[in-house]
């Protein structure tokens, strides 16, 4: 990105600022090394900084004391001049970087020193969130003596310290494009297919006609064949590619394989066990999720950990929490919960349609003809509330409930009833770093609108559930959904801002309308009040086409309130209206997927992949899924099925997005506990774990080195620091658990 003309004006003067002059490049130096002095060990010679930034050696190391107040990047930066640079040579760009506190983005540049200041080369590395290191390659466009190395790091309202190392600029280096392993060219649900459900496959081949292909059991023995369909350029793979339908198979097995065009698929199995273990596997994953309190490993062997946010050194804890300066004057306990990923942050906005999505598994398996309640009921999981005759997911989801309600603003103080937006560290915290060793300041940030809501739709969603199993908590719940719809209806537009993003994700979201429907569509559904029948009713998000290509997420509850309608039982006027819509909603997914070579019901437009694309499928899966409940039509059920089939190896990538599911599967998802990749004192994501999967922003600088100019699927990289593509949260694996419950229950 150019930076603007006004903001470079003055840095044609930044040498009269040198740390020390600009001595010639010593006799004998490597020539391919173009950076002087990248390790200091000759202090900061060959460096300068901006006037306003102070920097000598530290520790072998060059550290800078950077001022607050400053409003640009390009305001504060470190820089080395007069690199020469040539136009089509491949360069590797590394260095590595830290801050105090840590958190901050810089802007490491490589480009011109003069005017027009070009940029060749540029990221945005976000300090300790994704390690302290970094290396990428770049083509010159441009012959240039003048080159230069900038760390741009203003920006900041407080004032931080920046320290650099083992800076490297290496010319003629080879272009190390990232290349990943996609095994062989036919593509498997590699965990399995229902023996009565579809069974599609997909190969890769530049063939235009049909090929052959054999379904083998595990002594290699044909069991059934057919003939491939081409289907041409896959838009969002960029690959030519043919369908395989096998459905007619329907016999139980293990180890089966396809073959086509001369390769063998990845084993699979026919049969319902998998799913079975996969529903209980996605609902296990909140168990070690859990803020204050110890994990058992003899619950969870090998997941084990103490405490974490309880106040024990280093940690500052949970359980009087103040707010962010100016925002409050009181402390709240908010310990327990969920992380809410794999920072050390809990968010009431991604905790609330994780929780509804939880507590919908279970109303599901209440109300669907094929719902089947002890599935998930009391002694399944093995949580520490097994036995209490309470089914464990409500168990689970009830951790997180009562962190919700304790994030409320309490009586006799401003915005008395809304719920603070979020609670996590004042600044970001690097990895690996587990839960009890976090030493940050903790901090409430401004009560929002939406997560006032949020905390209004599942306590009164919860009201009705826990009804049966604890009246007490029904009735505290329901008092608390009340609560928090007055004060949404008094306060309807205080949005989180899109700028409170240090220590923890903004999750801001500039439209409410859909948080409001969702709201009244639970207290509706508990209470049966005409009031808030009249609300859902005269919303325009009640007759609105709620069901778009990138399904429903934290950002976008209309669904939620939506499909309960739907399917909880109620009067409500106009119910086989919003029924009707849900099917639609599902004749739209399933044509999406029946045009999709990859059989997903989800093809965003340009192939633009969003952050947490998988849960975006899964989510559109339910809609299907929840048209079959609705109607009984085997195509809804099948669609539902299929669309499974992308996370679990289905895909271009070849892989499993479910770690311990199929034979290759993500197991390196950026979390700082699960941490195993950097430090093989702990463990990989547990088994059960959904990762965000391809997203075309890449955001972070670890999939900018090796993902650029993805296409569509091939946008994700299963490396711990790509935080963009290789997350894990709790609303993306809310997304798998229900799905897996509803294939589970197709028997």
């Known amino acids: 990105m150019r930076r603007p003309a006004t903001a470079l004006a003055g840095l044609a003067a930044l040498l009269a600022a040198a740390v020390t002059a600009l001595p010639a490049a010593p006799a004998g130096a490597d020539e391919t090394e173009l950076v002087r002095n990248g390790t200091f060990d000759s202090g900061t010679d060959s460096w300068w900084t901006t006037p306003n930034v102070t920097a000598a050696a530290s520790e072998g190391r060059l550290c800078a004391d950077v001022p607050g107040g400053t409003a640009n990047r390009w305001d504060a930066i470190v820089g080395q001049n007069d690199l020469a640079l040539t136009a089509g040579q491949t360069y590797r760009f590394a ?27 540029e990221v945005s590395p976000q300090l300790s969130v994704s390690g302290d290191t970094y290396a990428y390659t770049f083509t010159a466009p441009a012959d240039t003596a003048r080159g230069q190395v900038a760390f741009q790091v203003g920006g900041s309202a407080d004032p931080w310290r920046f320290c650099l190392d083992d800076v490297s600029l290496t010319g003629g280096a080879a272009p190390d494009p990232y290349e990943p392993d996609t095994g062989p060219r036919v593509r498997v649900n590699q965990v399995g297919y229902l023996p009565d459900g579809p069974k599609n496959a997909t190969l890769v081949t530049d063939a235009t006609a049909k090929l052959p292909w054999q379904l083998k059991n595990d002594a290699g023995k044909t069991v059934a064949h057919g003939w491939t369909v081409p289907r041409g350029l896959d838009a969002s793979s960029g690959q030519r590619v043919h369908s395989i339908d096998f459905g007619h198979y329907t016999r139980r097995a293990e180890g089966l394989t396809l073959t086509a065009d001369g390769e063998t698929s990845r084993p699979f199995a026919i049969g319902t066990a998998a799913y079975r273990q996969l529903r209980l596997d996605s609902a296990k994953y909140y168990y070690t999720q859990r803020s204050g309190t110890p994990i058992r490993d003899d619950l969870r062997p090998g997941y ?70 002890r599935a998930l009921g009391d002694g399944t999981l093995a949580l520490p509330e097994s036995g209490n005759k309470v089914p464990d997911i409500l168990d689970e989801a009830r951790w997180e409930l009562d962190f919700l309600l304790k994030m409320q603003v309490p009586d ?79 306060h309807p537009d205080l949005l989180a801002s899109e700028s409170d993003g240090i220590g923890g994700g903004t999750y801001a979201d500039a439209k409410v309308d859909d948080e409001f429907y969702w709201a009244a ?52 006027p106009g119910r086989d209206a919003v029924r009707r819509s849900v099917v639609q909603g599902a004749e739209t997914y399933l044509a999406t997927q029946r045009a999709h070579p990859y059989g997903m019901p989800y093809a965003p437009e340009g192939q633009v992949y969003d952050w947490g694309s998988n849960h975006q499928v899964l989510n559109n899966a339910v809609v ?124």
């Not at 799905?739 to 028997?747: C, E, H, N």
């Open 412 to 490: 006799g103080k401003p915005l008395a009833g809304m719920a603070h937006h979020k609670v996590h560290d004042e600044q970001w915290t690097g990895l690996p770093l587990l839960p009890s060793a976090d030493p940050q300041r903790r901090e409430l940030h401004p009560p929002s609108t939406a997560a006032t809501l949020n905390l209004a739709a599942t306590a009164a969603q919860a009201a009705r559930l826990y009804r049966p199993y604890d009246r007490a908590f029904a009735a505290k719940a329901l008092t608390a959904a009340r609560k928090a719809w007055a004060a949404a209806l008094a």
């Open 521 to 572: 569509a639970e207290l509706y559904l508990t209470t049966g009040e005409r009031a808030f029948e009249t609300f859902v009713r005269n919303s325009p998000v009640h007759t609105a086409d709620i069901f778009g290509p990138t399904g429903f997420d934290w950002a976008r509850t209309a669904a939620a309130g939506r499909l309960d309608l739907a399917t909880v039982p109620s009067r409500l």
């Open 624 to 747: 299907l899924a929840t048209a079959y409940d609705l109607t009984g039509r085997a195509k809804y059920r099948d669609g539902a099925l299929e669309s499974m089939d992308y996370v679990l190896g289905r895909n271009a990538l070849n892989i499993s997005y479910v770690t311990g599911y199929g034979e290759v599967s993500s197991h390196h998802q950026h979390s700082r506990w699960y941490a195993n990749q950097l430090d093989p004192a702990l463990p990989d994501p547990p088994a059960g774990t959904l990762a965000g999967g391809p997203n075309s922003s890449i955001q972070d600088p670890f999939a900018q080195a090796n993902l650029q100019g993805c296409t569509g699927q091939f946008c994700y990289i299963d490396d711990i620091q790509s935080w963009s593509t290789n997350e894990h949260t709790i609303n993306w694996n809310a997304a798998l658990a229900r799905m897996a419950s509803f294939v589970a229950d197709q028997t």
């Open 304 to 373: 084990g950990r103490p405490a974490g946010h309880v106040g024990v050194a280093p940690n500052q804890g949970d359980t009087a929490v103040p707010c962010q300066p100016g925002v409050c004057d009181y402390t709240l306990d908010v310990s327990g919960g969920w992380y809410d990923a794999g920072d050390h942050g809990k968010y009431v906005v991604n905790g609330g349609i994780s929780t509804w999505e939880l507590l919908s598994t279970y109303e599901r398996s209440r109300t669907a003809r094929t719902g089947r309640p």
């Open 95 to 121: 260095f590595s970087a830290s801050g105090t506190p840590a958190g901050h983005v810089v802007r490491a540049v490589v480009g011109l020193a003069v005017s027009p200041y070009d940029t060749y080369h």
